[in-house]
């Protein structure tokens, strides 16, 4: 599957941009599907992953200022980020997992087996 994000570039904290991955070649109702992003000195991290049927978890830091989404008719998974701080600051990925289901390792970035290129979100103070 090849996925591509949209959005993303340098924002001012307490910002609220959002994010887009339009999924091809595959129809993503079989995919989990996830935001990840990565920090130069900590590696990637999970931030949200949502199931087909809309099951969603969210990475401690995000939770109540992100929300995740998908249209699986438009094959298109979707992050809108509220209140964005600097720390938020990263490349910010869009990946699938051939997995219907959230599970635990839902948020591990080694169990993502399609990523796209990424897009950058730069938080400014």
């Known amino acids: 599957v090849d996925l591509l994000e949209f959005g993303g570039g340098s924002v001012q904290g307490g910002g609220s941009p959002s994010l887009t991955c339009a999924a091809s070649?595959?129809?993503?109702?079989?995919?989990?599907m996830g935001w990840l992003r990565q920090f130069p000195e900590k590696g990637r991290g999970g931030v949200a992953a949502?199931?087909?049927?809309?099951?969603?978890s969210y990475t401690v830091s995000v939770k109540s200022r992100f929300t995740v989404s998908r249209d699986n008719a438009k094959n298109t998974l979707y992050l809108q980020m509220n209140n964005l701080k600097p720390e938020d600051t990263s490349m910010y990925f869009c990946?699938?997992?051939?997995?219907?289901?959230?599970?635990?390792?839902?948020?591990?970035?080694?169990?993502?087996?399609?990523w796209g290129q990424g897009t950058q979100v730069t938080v400014s103070s």
């Open positions: 990946a699938a997992r051939w997995t219907t289901s959230l599970d635990f390792r839902s948020l591990i970035p080694s169990d993502y087996y399609s």
């Open positions: 070649g595959l129809d993503s109702r079989y995919l989990l």
């Open positions: 949502i199931s087909r049927d809309g099951s969603i």
